[in-house]
């Protein structure tokens, strides 16, 4: 049995703000943390954590990974863009064309994110977080449909996504070139093995799959990091 998405965590130089403006602009509600942080929990069973860690490392170059929030009309992108700026969110240009029909902005510490047009086909359904879009080769599709045990819902060009059964939002991935690395991400995965499962089980699958272990000056925790194929660090919790 696969492990659980059981978070997207963020490292955040002010884990309460960054924690507040994101409840704020997806209406969930704030939690405490076990590892001090801020979580923001799930609005159904489809959905996964969110949770804001603190970091002294200033944010440098563009995340690997961003939200797209999707509209069902055009006034309801207008009035997401208007909540997140209102919020303390902020206009950016990553390249985007004008004639895109989507609205790039930022977080109040610098992370990317979209708000999608209405009408696109390949977020419909999804929920409101559409997408966790994110830089990546084929190959990092191929291991995250495994590691997690959810199908490819496409795979063409060198561009994967994979979606969980349930439904919910789709994990992307662009395909080369990439995006030069910058350190250490600023968004990663925490994954759960399954109930009563064993956390060095688990691990020693997503080896197989093709993760490799890495020190990142965790020091002495009761959780393991990995990374994935394209380099991007995860970690492995004690089952829960």
């Known amino acids: 049995m696969a492990c659980q998405l059981f978070a997207l965590s963020f490292d955040a130089n002010d884990p309460l703000r960054l924690a507040r403006f994101w409840a704020g602009v997806l209406g969930r509600d704030l939690a405490d943390d076990p590892q001090d942080g801020i979580t923001l929990l799930p609005s159904d069973d489809t959905g996964f954590r969110l949770r804001f860690l603190p970091t002294e490392r200033p944010k440098v170059g563009q995340n690997r990974s961003h939200f797209d929030l999707t509209s069902t009309f055009p006034e309801d992108q207008q009035r997401t863009v208007a909540r997140a700026l209102e919020l303390g969110a902020r206009h950016i240009d990553v390249g985007q064309r004008p004639e895109e029909g ?16 209405a009408g696109n086909n ?51 991935w662009g395909g080369p070139p990439l995006m030069p690395r910058t350190g250490k991400q600023r968004l990663h995965f925490d994954l759960a093995p399954p109930a009563h499962g064993d956390q060095q089980a688990e691990v020693d699958r997503l080896l197989s799959l093709g993760a490799t272990r890495i020190d990142i000056g965790q020091g002495d925790v009761d959780w393991m990091v990995l990374a994935d194929p394209d380099g991007n660090e995860f970690c492995v919790l004690t089952p829960r």
Do not use: M, R
Request: net charge negative; aromatic share 12%.
């Open 122 to 172: 390949f977020l419909a359904g999804c929920g409101f977080i559409g997408a966790l879009s994110c830089d990546g080769t084929q190959e990092v599709g191929y291991f995250w449909s495994e590691a997690l045990g959810w199908p490819l819902v496409w795979d063409q060009d060198q561009e994967t996504a994979i979606q969980s059964p349930l439904g919910g939002s789709k994990i992307t």
């Open 102 to 117: 989507h609205v790039v902005l930022a977080d109040p510490e610098g992370n990317e994110f979209c708000v999608i047009e």
